[in-house]
């Protein structure tokens, strides 16, 4: 049986020095979800700061929610009443470039576009992009092992970290900055922050690999029959252009036209499907040249545009990037889904979906094709129980409920779907181990009563 919450208590004096106006962009949600007016916000600016203030929220028992750039799609960062606000906007160590080992390290404030760009004036290349770019911070893309385009090539988030510097919610410091390429002396606890959605710490500082800077790309915009010529393409790709395919972006109508009318964008072509295919160096080029052209012979893709330029690659990045902000700011009521499926089953999963959806949600779709990344849109009123039946759908042809964007508070109660009893016990236990006031980012990912079982 759950105990009534007892009062809250007041705020330590000790972090009122942290504390700034509670402006209402604190309150803002990337799913469209505002959140509850936060008790306060606190936004530390150092290490210290954030084990400081975290001892003192244990001590008095108050909550709280970790904010980045308050991107993310699954409500993580989304107050809930009573909580308070640990901002990182002011973790800002500035971005240090180490070009021997090729690693950058910098504050978890840090956004992500900022990052990039500093990799790129050092002649590297920081291996993860998304949308949100200019406010994602690296922390919270740590936090949520954020994905994105590039993760074909080069893997999620998680595999650009080589060290970070957290502060546990009971104040401890875990610090693992040396930026060591191999390190295997005990439990790696930077990849068990990773993906855990600020539930066991804050992280304050990272190291990230970077990569020899591409010296070139193209971009191919192609038109497809369906979503089945573009899963018969993928290997084709694969095979034909070997390492430098970079991106494989699937866009299925009606989104791409609705996307391009609404944000004057102009549409290359109407076709029941589109990819997006970007491969890197220009000695490539030929080549991709050659299997594109195959590709259009054999039947795999109805028409394609190839870039010319830089500005041809941006202008086809913008109809892709275009439809993920037609759907937050021009499409009305949305449930996002962010569904992670085996990709020789999407071709089954799709219609089996749009059956489910009929008469009660208008699907719009796109996604990361190359990982099996679909983001499967339900235009309409919201309707709780038609999310369940699209998971229980997917978790059915061996998939998980989110791919990149986390369970935050909006999936909690879906997690058994795709993850057994036994292994949420064993989440909900290791952060009971690390945060036993349970006061951060309480109701994300699991819930207080699996870690009590
Ligand atoms: C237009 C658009 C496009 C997007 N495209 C993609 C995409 O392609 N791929 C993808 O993966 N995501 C995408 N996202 C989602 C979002 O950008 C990512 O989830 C991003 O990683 C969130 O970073 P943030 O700093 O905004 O974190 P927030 O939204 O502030 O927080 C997200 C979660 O991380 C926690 N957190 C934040 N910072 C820290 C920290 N320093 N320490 C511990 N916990 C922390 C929060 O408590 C919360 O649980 C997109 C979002 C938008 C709006």
């Not at 180490?98 to 910098?106: E, Y």
């Not at 949100?132 to 385009?149: E, Q």
């Not at 970290?161 to 610090?175: I, K, M, T």
């Amino acid at each position: 049986m759950r105990q009534p919450e007892p009062a809250a208590a007041a705020i330590p004096d000790a972090l009122l020095a942290f504390q700034v106006p509670a402006a209402p962009r604190y309150r803002d949600d990337a799913a469209g979800k505002p959140g509850a007016e936060p008790r306060a916000v606190l936004a530390p600016r150092t290490t210290d700061d954030c084990a400081l203030i975290l001892r003192g929220l244990q001590a008095a028992g108050l909550r709280a929610a970790v904010q980045g750039g308050r991107t993310g799609l699954s409500g993580g960062a989304r107050v809930r009443p009573g909580e308070i606000v640990l901002s990182t906007e002011k973790l800002l160590a500035p971005p240090v470039i180490d070009p021997i080992a090729a690693t950058l390290a910098a504050g978890a404030g840090t956004a992500l576009e900022t990052a990039q760009m500093v990799a790129r004036e050092a002649g590297l290349f920081l291996a993860a992009d998304l949308g949100a770019r200019g406010s994602a911070t690296l922390g919270g893309m740590a936090a949520t092992n954020a994905g994105g385009p590039l993760a074909l090539r080069y893997g999620t988030f998680r595999q650009q970290v080589l060290g970070l510097e957290a502060v546990l919610a009971d104040g401890s410091v875990v610090r693992r900055m040396g930026g060591l390429a191999k390190d295997n002396s005990g439990l790696d606890l930077s990849q068990l922050l990773i993906g855990s959605e600020g539930t066991l710490g804050i992280i304050t500082r990272l190291v990230l690999r970077l990569h020899p800077a591409p010296l070139a790309r193209r971009v191919a915009f192609c038109a497809l029959a369906s979503v089945e010529a573009a899963l018969a393409l993928l290997p084709i790709l694969r095979a034909g252009l070997g390492p430098s395919l970079q991106a494989c972006e699937l866009m299925v109508d009606p989104l791409l036209t609705e996307a391009c009318a609404e944000r004057g964008l102009r549409q290359p072509f109407s076709s029941p499907a589109a990819l997006l295919i970007e491969v890197t160096d220009p000695a490539d080029g030929e080549r991709f040249e050659t299997v594109l052209g195959k590709a259009l012979a054999d039947g795999y893709i109805s028409d394609a545009v190839l870039s010319a330029s830089e500005a041809d690659c941006r202008a086809f990045w913008a109809l892709r990037e275009g439809c993920s902000h037609y759907l937050i700011d021009n499409a009305g009521p949305i449930t996002s889904l962010d569904l992670s499926l085996p990709i020789a089953a999407i071709a089954r999963f799709l219609p089996e979906a749009e059956a489910i959806c009929a008469g009660r949600a208008r699907p719009l779709v796109f996604g990361h094709l190359g990982d099996g990344n679909l983001h499967y849109i339900l235009a309409g009123k919201p309707d709780h129980a038609l999310v369940g039946e699209i998971f229980a759908l997917t978790a059915a042809h061996g998939g998980a409920i989110t791919a990149e964007h986390g369970i935050g508070q909006d999936k909690v109660e879906w997690l058994p779907l795709c993850r057994e009893a036994d292994e949420i016990r064993a989440m909900a236990r290791l952060k009971a181990a690390l945060d036993p006031g349970w006061i951060l980012n309480d109701g994300r990912v699991f819930t207080r009563y699996e870690g009590e079982c």
